[in-house]
């Protein structure tokens, strides 16, 4: 059954709101990925306060185990390398994304590309916590980067029809009370509900 037509929300065709959904994606992909280098940069140069600053930040989302991370001279990077390929890999399809799909496509894939692009990373993981396979940094990193990038995919999608949304509700006809109706009479309810002659050309006398 379809919903009501009031119901659905029309969207907007102009590609300005989603160009610009795009373009501040990118900037905060780009801005996380400069913490990420700049909390061990902050430390080298001797600006420890902003250094710790941005690790304790991040420590909230990743473990920051030294031994699975990679280091930017004598200190390790904001996150661990599996956490640096999901955000590297985020960050690079997001870029790309205009090159593959309409920003006006509001329809994801199907989930099954999801979970196939999280596989590799779970497999990995499972292999190294159990002992059977030892993890490196760089598988840690790649199989990051491809869930990640498949993720932009199931993402952007919903802040694209976000975009593309007209949020304006239209304006509802005025219903008129029991006692608005009674204080008209039959001619004046008939004068509202009969359109102008000026506004029909066709029914002028």
């Given at each position: 059954m379809?919903?009501a037509?009031?119901s659905?929300i029309l969207q907007?065709?102009s ?6 959904t795009?373009?501040?994606l990118?900037f905060g992909c780009?801005?996380v990925?400069?913490l990420?280098v ?7 140069t001797?600006h420890s306060?902003w250094?710790r600053?941005i690790?304790?930040?991040f420590s909230y989302?990743c473990?920051?185990?030294?031994e699975r991370s990679?280091?930017?001279g ?5 996150v661990?390398a599996?956490?640096?390929g999901?955000y590297v890999?985020f960050a ?5 994304y205009?090159?593959f ?29 159990f002992g059977l ?5 760089s ?8 869930l ?5 995919f199931f ?14 509700t239209p304006k ?8 608005e ?6 001619f004046t309810?008939h004068a ?5 002659d000026?506004?029909a050309?066709?029914?002028r006398?």
């Amino acid at each position: 059954m379809y919903a009501a037509p009031d119901s659905y929300i029309l969207q907007s065709g102009s590609l300005r709101r989603p160009l610009l959904t795009w373009s501040v994606l990118v900037f905060g992909c780009l801005a996380v990925l400069a913490l990420i280098v700049g909390a061990p940069a902050a430390l080298q140069t001797g600006h420890s306060f902003w250094g710790r600053a941005i690790y304790r930040s991040f420590s909230y989302v990743c473990h920051q185990l030294p031994e699975r991370s990679f280091f930017l001279g004598e200190h390790q990077f904001a996150v661990c390398a599996r956490c640096t390929g999901l955000y590297v890999g985020f960050a690079l399809a997001t870029l790309c994304y205009p090159m593959f799909r309409s920003l006006r496509r509001t329809e994801a894939p199907a989930r099954k590309w999801l979970f196939l692009a999280a596989a590799p990373l779970a497999l990995d993981f499972a292999l190294g916590f159990f002992g059977l396979w030892q993890n490196t940094h760089s598988s840690r990193f790649l199989t990051g980067a491809l869930l990640g990038g498949v993720a932009v995919f199931f993402v952007m999608p919903g802040l694209m029809d976000l975009s593309l949304r007209d949020w304006h509700t239209p304006k509802q006809a005025k219903v008129l009370s029991p006692s608005e109706m009674a204080g008209t009479n039959i001619f004046t309810q008939h004068a509202r509900a009969t359109p102008s002659d000026y506004s029909a050309p066709d029914r002028r006398i």
